[in-house]
Structure formats: C-alpha cells, structure tokens
C-alpha cells in the first residue's frame, strides 16, 4: 500500500506524531548541551531530528498540497508514491531511538558528575561556597553563599574579590557583625546563626582560583561560650578549694584553740565563783574545791584536750557552703576520733570532685551503723559519670587509709555515682 492509498485522518495523525517527534529530538539536543554528555551524542540527534523533521514536513506537504488543490509538487508525488509500510517504519525507528538514547542519556546523567549535578549538589550543602578568579570574575557559587551575602552585605556575590573585601572591612548589615579572633573570621547573622569564614587561593591550570567557604558554626559556638563559663565558674571553685586546703589545718588549729580558750576561762570561772563562796561563807567542801582548781591547773599546762564537739566535719561544712554546695547528712555521725577523721577525708575528696567532675551543688551522706561496723554512702546531685571510675590522686589516697584502718572502699559509677566505706567500730 502506497502513502497515496492511506485515509486522510491517518495522515493528518502522521503528520501530528512527526511533529511531536520532532519536538522530542529537539528538547533532547538541549538536554544533552545543558548535562554537558557530550558531542557524540548531539550529533547523532541532530541527524535523528532531520529524519523527523523531514517526515513531518512531507506529511505536512501533502496535506497542504490535498487542501488547497494545488498541483502536486514534485516532493508530494514522491511522499505519494512511497509505500506506507517503509514511511511507518522509519517514524517506528525513529520513535525508538528516540527512548532509547532518552534512557542512555537519563542513566548518564544519574552516573557522571555534570556541570549541572555539581551546581545541583552545591546548593544542597549546609556550607556556603563560592569560586572566583583572581579578578573576582564568580566561577561556582552555590544557593547558601548567596543567601549568606545577601543577608550579611545587603547583595549577593556578584564579584569574589569584593566579598573578600567586605568580609575583611566588616561592613555588614544592621544586626550583623564580623568578629576577628586570632587567624579566624566568624560572621554573626540577625538571626542568631555564625559562620566560619575562610578564604583559600590555588591555581587550576594556568588560573588562580579564590575559595571563600562559609561553614555554620552555631552549635559548637554556643557550646564553646558555655563552655567558658562554666570553665571560669571552675577556676572559681577550685581557687576557693585551693585556699581551703591552705588553710584548714590552722582553722582547725584555732578552732581548737578557742573551743580550749573558752573551757579554761569557763572553768576558771566557775572555780573562781566556788572560791568565793567558801572564803565569804566558810562552808562547803573543801577537797572537792582543791579537786577544781588542780583541773583548772591542768588546764593551764595543756594536759587538758579541746572541746571534741569541734571537729573538721563542720569545717567542711562551711568550706562547701563557701562554694556553693550544701552537705545533708543522713544520720549520726559516729564519736570516734579514728573514724570521724577518715570520714571527714571521704567527704573533702568527695566535695572536691562533686564540684570538679559533677557541677553538683548538693552531697548527700548516708550513715548506718551496726554493733560492728560504720557504713557511709556518699552521692551527689551533679553529672552521672560517662565512664567507669579511675581511682587516682586523692581516691587512692583515701582507699589506702580506709585499708589501713582495716576497713573497705568500693565505688559505683552507674546509675549514680557512689562512695561506699565500711569501717570497723573503734
């Protein structure tokens, strides 16, 4: 069957698909140039295009020719006379490569890095970047550079080198500010975010090439000036503990002296009064007046002891109220010499690393005692540890005191942190 042969309708769809098909070659040549493939490949679909383009013109012809009446031209005779069976295939076979190099292109795309994905990738970052040449000419510029120069100087970058310029002046909008700590510049935006600012120089090929990066830094930023305050907080408590261990040993030596001060002039007193009463009255026993006034001799020659009410307990007390930390205590505290001195060391070290290691303010102490044995749990409100705990330094220290006394240590570091001592009844 020749072309001539075929129903007008199925012309006028012939020439229609040619024309789609025309335009489909055409958006793939474009396609091509845009993902940068290659030159093979828009050659062929130009020579693919032309067939198309000729099918849909003879179509186009022909229907032109039939409508008007005109005398048939020579390339509409020839378009008549051909058999429909080779017109149908040519369009079929151009119709399937056109799919087929679609899908080679699509695949391509995907697989190869093109000047189009890498734009693509680029403004997908989190980090703003831009790439100039020595003149300040922009080479590659993604999305969040922009919206970081547009924010900050009030344009986009439109020139590299005047980027450089205006981040190292630090002209910047209201509620912007550039700030220069050592090498490093950071950008402080209105709305509360800071960029790292770094600027690169190197040569691809024969051409210099600037690198401006802007990374966001918000997160470690806020933490860096958390972290300098709590950093000086510290220096403040440990300064407070440094002078506390400086001078507990002479608090506690004037303590004692005072407590021992105010039993002599209280005995002094009360034997002075007694005295008195037997010279004015001459009544009352005199071997138990001779038996008050040899204590009160004793006294004076220091074979008394201090007031044992005062201890380096309560001193510890008042040194953690100094930095900020209250002392609870749970239960009594024993009335041995021996044991009151390695409980008081467990709570010092114990208060040192509460406000060291836990950022505590409160510590808790708990005391059980049986017929044999003192236990003390000490626990803080501050940090869990993250790992187990090393004894070392002051923990070793108490460890070996408490073993020498003949008792034990252990440590919890989970769920709370834990300083457990038993120790033997005097």
Same mark, same amino acid.
């Given at each position: 069957?020749?072309?001539?042969?075929?129903?007008?309708?199925?012309?006028?769809?012939?020439?229609?698909?040619?024309?789609?098909?025309?335009?489909?070659?055409?958006?793939?040549?474009?396609?091509?140039?845009?993902?940068?493939?290659?030159?093979?490949?828009?050659?062929?679909?130009?020579?693919? @295009?032309?067939?198309?383009?000729?099918?849909?013109?003879?179509?186009?012809?022909?229907?032109?020719?039939?409508?008007?009446?005109?005398? @048939?031209?020579?390339?509409?005779?020839?378009?008549?006379?051909?058999?429909?069976?080779?017109?149908?295939?040519? !369009?079929?076979?151009?119709?399937?490569?056109?799919?087929?190099?679609?899908?080679?292109?699509?695949?391509?795309?995907?697989?190869?890095?093109?000047?189009?994905?890498?734009?693509?990738?680029?403004?997908?970052?989190?980090?703003?970047?831009?790439?100039?040449?020595?003149?300040?000419?922009?080479?590659?510029?993604?999305?969040?550079?922009?919206?970081?120069?547009?924010?900050?100087?009030?344009?986009?970058?439109?020139?590299?080198?005047?980027?450089?310029?205006?981040?190292?002046?630090?002209?910047?909008?209201?509620?912007?500010?550039?700030?220069?700590?050592?090498?490093?510049?950071?950008?402080?935006?209105?709305?509360?975010? !800071?960029?790292?600012?770094?600027?690169?120089?190197?040569?691809?090929?024969?051409?210099?090439?600037?690198?401006?990066?802007?990374?966001?830094?918000?997160?470690? =930023?806020?933490?860096?000036?958390?972290?300098?305050?709590?950093?000086?907080?510290?220096?403040?408590?440990?300064?407070?503990?440094?002078?506390?261990?400086?001078?507990?040993?002479?608090?506690?030596?004037?303590?004692?002296?005072?407590?021992?001060?105010?039993?002599?002039?209280?005995?002094?007193?009360?034997?002075?009064?007694?005295?008195?009463?037997?010279?004015?009255?001459?009544?009352?026993?005199?071997?138990?007046?001779?038996?008050?006034?040899?204590?009160?001799?004793?006294?004076?020659?220091?074979?008394?002891?201090?007031?044992?009410?005062?201890?380096?307990?309560?001193?510890?007390?008042?040194?953690?109220?100094?930095?900020?930390? *209250?002392?609870?205590?749970?239960?009594?505290?024993?009335?041995?010499?021996?044991?009151?001195?390695?409980?008081?060391?467990?709570?010092?070290?114990?208060?040192?690393?509460?406000?060291? =290691?836990?950022?505590?303010?409160?510590?808790?102490? *708990?005391?059980?005692?049986?017929?044999?044995?003192?236990?003390?749990?000490?626990?803080?409100?501050?940090?869990?540890?993250?790992?187990?705990?090393?004894?070392?330094?002051?923990?070793?220290?108490?460890?070996?005191?408490?073993?020498?006394?003949?008792?034990?240590?252990?440590?919890?570091?989970?769920?709370?942190? !834990?300083?457990?001592? !038993?120790?033997?009844?005097?």
């Amino acid at each position: 069957m020749l072309i001539s042969q075929l129903p007008f309708f199925i012309l006028q769809l012939m020439a229609i698909y040619t024309f789609i098909l025309s335009a489909f070659y055409l958006w793939c040549i474009i396609r091509s140039i845009n993902a940068g493939i290659g030159k093979m490949f828009c050659t062929i679909y130009i020579f693919l @295009f032309a067939g198309s383009f000729v099918c849909m013109y003879g179509f186009d012809y022909i229907l032109r020719d039939i409508n008007v009446r005109y005398p @048939f031209s020579a390339f509409s005779k020839w378009m008549l006379e051909m058999p429909a069976v080779v017109v149908f295939s040519a !369009v079929m076979l151009l119709t399937a490569f056109a799919v087929i190099g679609q899908i080679i292109i699509s695949k391509r795309i995907v697989s190869m890095l093109t000047p189009a994905s890498l734009q693509e990738g680029l403004d997908l970052m989190p980090d703003g970047i831009a790439f100039g040449t020595e003149d300040g000419i922009p080479l590659l510029v993604n999305q969040k550079m922009q919206s970081i120069s547009t924010a900050a100087f009030g344009a986009g970058v439109l020139d590299t080198q005047l980027l450089g310029s205006r981040i190292s002046s630090g002209n910047t909008e209201d509620g912007c500010r550039i700030m220069h700590r050592g090498e490093g510049v950071f950008l402080h935006m209105a709305d509360g975010s !800071v960029w790292d600012m770094r600027e690169h120089h190197t040569v691809m090929g024969n051409t210099e090439v600037c690198e401006h990066i802007a990374y966001n830094i918000t997160e470690q =930023y806020q933490k860096s000036m958390e972290l300098t305050i709590r950093n000086k907080h510290l220096a403040a408590v440990n300064n407070k503990i440094r002078e506390y261990n400086k001078n507990i040993d002479s608090i506690i030596r004037d303590k004692e002296i005072l407590a021992a001060k105010i039993n002599l002039h209280d005995n002094i007193g009360r034997s002075l009064l007694v005295l008195r009463s037997y010279l004015s009255r001459n009544d009352g026993n005199r071997e138990q007046l001779i038996a008050l006034w040899q204590a009160v001799i004793s006294m004076l020659r220091n074979e008394s002891v201090s007031n044992e009410k005062e201890n380096s307990i309560s001193i510890l007390v008042k040194a953690a109220q100094d930095v900020g930390v *209250k002392i609870c205590f749970d239960g009594e505290l024993p009335s041995y010499k021996k044991t009151e001195k390695i409980i008081s060391l467990a709570i010092h070290e114990s208060l040192i690393n509460a406000v060291k =290691y836990a950022g505590s303010d409160e510590l808790l102490i *708990k005391m059980k005692e049986n017929h044999k044995t003192v236990t003390v749990r000490i626990t803080n409100n501050g940090t869990v540890p993250e790992d187990t705990v090393v004894e070392k330094g002051g923990l070793k220290n108490l460890r070996r005191t408490v073993e020498l006394n003949g008792g034990s240590m252990r440590i919890i570091s989970k769920p709370v942190f !834990v300083l457990e001592i !038993v120790l033997e009844k005097e």
